[in-house]
């Protein structure tokens, strides 16, 4: 075990303290798991608003010209969408291999015209905002260097922070503190201008718990402030702080991969069951053609989801059987505080992925009856 | 304030009337696990030695073992969890009680620690090592 003395701390970190966090060791970051009980933060979130310090998600900045070819040449979505539509843009980075480097979000400005003269669209520069994942953060950054094209400018931003703010009631609380993000569309985004002149931040209409609500990237101290505020306008409405522990019950429940379970080199995005992330349209992109082969030959193994129909909590790494025969394992699972049963994720070989197949998972030394569902597990308003 | 239970350094307690001991988790234990959603009920009557597993439970983070402080024979299982696992966090030393046992050997009694030695073991560090 680590000492704590060499974890990254969040800026939020004293606020935790304060509120009774309990802490664990997060990829690195030293993070609250829980400040009460994961099931009543689950809840809270899922029937008021929760409050999701994501602080240890790393922020970079990319501009310049060609800046919009460069990434559009890493990733599986279509960066053209947020020029087009103003939307934040989800995709995985691949390696050549088609395997998974990281999920990731970007959100464009333009800063030069999107259309020539002659109503042409152009190749733009522009700034972009990228989200990354804090396990896989310094490796991103190396990605993004070594594929780097000239003139395009790589920022990788120290001390900043960030949070989410979730739920039913999330909306409301962000319109009480904070002018035209609540507005926006989901997956919109704004960038915002704080007190002093370098002090911009980002709200984006984003999320990782299925519920409404905004995530908000900036400066530490911007972000700090604001949190506070949040919390402060928001308590009479239920809104209170939640762990790393809801935020993965939550993810799990609306079946949002988590990168180091479901997403990984070794897999690639069409065995995550995720085709949706790759658009191919866009022309090509790192990986392309390992995934055209991929999906013409079909893949072998793919992630299904199952839930209990009797008690236990499957784990990761719980073996999956059909008909006796070994061949899944768990890649998550948790108790489902919605649905009150066991829930999880497996990778299988794709034949047993079909809605209503029962299958068996190893739960405590003891193989139990699973029913093969399809996600997500828990919809919103259900 | 004193008290009769005796603690394991698995973090179980037990409480002795006569010659039965009523065994749970201690509070320290049941924040360490989080919420707990599930409670194996332990077949009866069913002989354990100490340190043996009596039954299982189930938190949303994990799945546990819980040791029979001394031998004896599990009679009883606290059915109430079956309905309310919760009972566990909400109340470790009352209504969250697991299971009890018929005493085999109350001369094992001995080697449990005391709550006022338990809070002091808590405190040592070497506790992280026996969740």
Sequence with gaps: ?382 | MSTSRRYAKSHEWIRVEGNIGTVGISDHAQKEVTDVVYVEMPKTPKAVKAGEEGTTMESVKAAFSIYAPVSGTITKANTALEGDPGLINKSPYDQGWIFALEITDPAELNSLMTEEQYLAFLKSGEAAAHH
Excluded at chain 1, 48 to 60: R, W, Y
Excluded at chain 1, 289 to 302: F, I, R
Excluded at chain 1, 330 to 353: D, E, H, M, R
């Design chain 1, 1 to 382: 075990m680590s000492a704590a003395t060499d974890l990254h701390r969040s800026p939020l970190h004293d606020l935790h303290v304060l509120a009774g966090g309990k802490f664990i060791d997060f990829y690195g970051w030293q993070l609250p798991v829980q400040y009460t009980s994961i099931i009543d933060e689950h809840q809270t979130t899922r029937q008021a608003a929760g409050l999701f310090d994501i602080s240890h998600m790393g922020q970079v900045i990319i501009e310049g010209p060609g800046a919009f070819e460069f990434i559009q040449k890493l990733i599986t979505g279509d960066l053209q969408r947020t020029f087009d539509k103003g939307l934040g843009v989800y995709g995985h980075m691949c390696l050549p291999t088609g395997g998974i480097i990281d999920d990731i979000f970007v959100y464009g400005l333009k800063d030069t015209p999107a259309t020539n003269q002659a109503g042409v669209r152009q190749p733009c520069g522009g700034r972009f905002f990228m989200v990354v994942n804090g396990a896989t953060h310094e490796k991103d950054v190396a990605w993004l260097r070594k594929n780097v094209s000239s003139g395009v400018s790589i920022f990788d931003l120290e001390h900043r922070a960030a949070f989410a703010i979730q739920g039913p009631k999330a909306l409301e609380i962000i319109r009480s503190t904070i002018a035209g993000i609540a507005e926006l569309p989901r997956f919109a985004f704004q960038q915002i201008q704080g007190g002093a002149p370098n002090d911009t931040f980002w709200g984006c209409r984003t999320g990782y718990t299925g519920e409404e609500g905004a995530e908000f990237f900036g400066p530490a101290q911007t972000i700090v402030a604001l949190w506070k505020q949040l919390l402060e306008n928001g308590s009479a409405l239920g809104l209170k702080p939640c762990g790393l522990g809801a935020r993965d019950t939550l993810r799990l429940e609306v079946g949002y991969p988590l990168y180091g379970h479901e997403l990984s080199e070794n897999r690639t995005p069409l065995e995550a069951n995720m085709e949706w992330v790759i658009k191919w349209a866009k022309g090509d992109f790192i990986g392309r053609a390992a995934l055209e082969k991929q999906k013409k030959e079909g893949v072998k193994e793919m992630l299904l989801a199952y839930e209990l129909t009797e008690r236990g909590v499957p784990r990761q790494g719980a073996k999956v059987f059909n008909e006796g025969r070994p061949g899944g394992e768990t890649v998550s699972g948790t108790f489902s505080p919605s649905l009150q049963k066991g829930i999880g994720l497996a990778y299988a070989p794709v034949s047993w992925n079909n809605a209503g197949t029962i299958l068996e998972v190893e739960v405590h030394n003891k193989r139990v009856p699973v029913r093969v569902v399809k996600l997500p597990f828990y919809k919103r308003g259900s």
